[in-house]
């Protein structure tokens, strides 16, 4: 079936169940991209671990295109999804939500990011593409036949949400680094203040007149 919102420049989420079938969905992308049927600007087999991080297995990338494989669309995407943090921004609110690791969350967000999430299983591959496509057919036929389940959306509503995902990242970890220090100064303070009242208790033992034989 067709996506109503299709556009040309699309992120693909194709899981499988076989890793061998995940490496010849890349493949097919590749001699697509070959017949110029479609035009892969970067692709990448990965897997997500049981701590939730992904790992990229194989990747490829349009060199003429702004960013190439290790620092393109589905490079900052692999990032995101699978990053120490892993948060996302939710709907229309702008405000950090959660991790797209934790599904309960994710489920409540209505994100692409979210719902490209739920795509990379813990221990199944999933192969990630960003392309430009004149229709669906090509691509969804190619995976079809590996049993890979196509999942489409729009590389410019990935790339807004990346971009907020990674603001979102950075302001929790500004947050984190001010808690850090405003904990390790409140403790100094405790430490300095029971010094303090200590050597205080001290001096006013030693000025006490000692008792009457």
Same mark, same amino acid.
């Not at 990965?46 to 060199?63: A, F, L």
């Not at 490079?75 to 999804?81: A, Y």
């Not at 890979?148 to 907020?164: C, H, I, N």
């Not at 300095?192 to 009457?212: E, G």
């Given at each position: ?6 556009? *040309? ?7 499988? =169940? ?5 490496y010849e *969905?890349?493949?097919? @992308? ?13 692709? #990448? ?6 701590? +939730? ?15 190439? &494989?290790?620092g393109g669309?589905? %490079?900052? !995407?692999?990032?995101? @999804? %699978?990053?120490? !943090? %892993?948060?996302?921004? *939710? %709907?229309?609110? *702008?405000?950090?939500?959660? =991790? ?5 969350? &994710? ?6 990011? #979210? ?7 813990? +221990? ?16 969804? &036929? $190619?995976? $079809?036949? @590996? ?53 205080? $208790?001290? @001096? ?10």
């Open positions: 079936m067709l996506d109503d919102a299709f556009t *040309g420049e699309n992120v693909l989420a194709v899981s499988f =169940s076989e890793h061998a079938n995940a *969905g890349l493949s097919r @992308l590749k001699q697509l991209d070959a017949q110029r049927e479609v035009n892969v600007r970067e692709a #990448a087999v990965v897997v997500r671990g049981e701590d +939730g991080k992904i790992v990229s297995k194989e990747q490829i990338g349009d060199e003429t295109w702004e960013g190439t &494989a290790s669309l589905i %490079g900052l !995407l692999i990032g995101v @999804l %699978g990053g120490p !943090l %892993g948060v996302i921004v *939710g %709907g229309a609110t *702008g405000v950090l939500v959660g =991790s797209l690791f934790d599904m309960d969350d &994710a489920d409540e967000t209505e994100s692409v990011l #979210a719902e490209i999430s739920k795509s990379v299983r813990v +221990g199944s591959p999933a192969l990630l593409a960003d392309v430009i496509e004149e229709s669906q057919v090509a691509i969804d &036929a $190619a995976m $079809a036949n @590996l049993g890979g389940t196509v999942l489409r959306r729009s590389a410019g509503d990935v790339q807004a949400e990346v971009a907020a995902a990674e603001e979102a990242q950075r302001e929790a970890k500004k947050k984190a680094r001010k808690e850090l220090h405003d904990a390790r100064h409140k403790k100094q303070k405790e430490e300095i203040d029971a010094k303090v009242a200590d050597l205080r $208790a001290k @001096l006013d033992r030693q000025k006490k007149p000692a008792a009457p034989a």
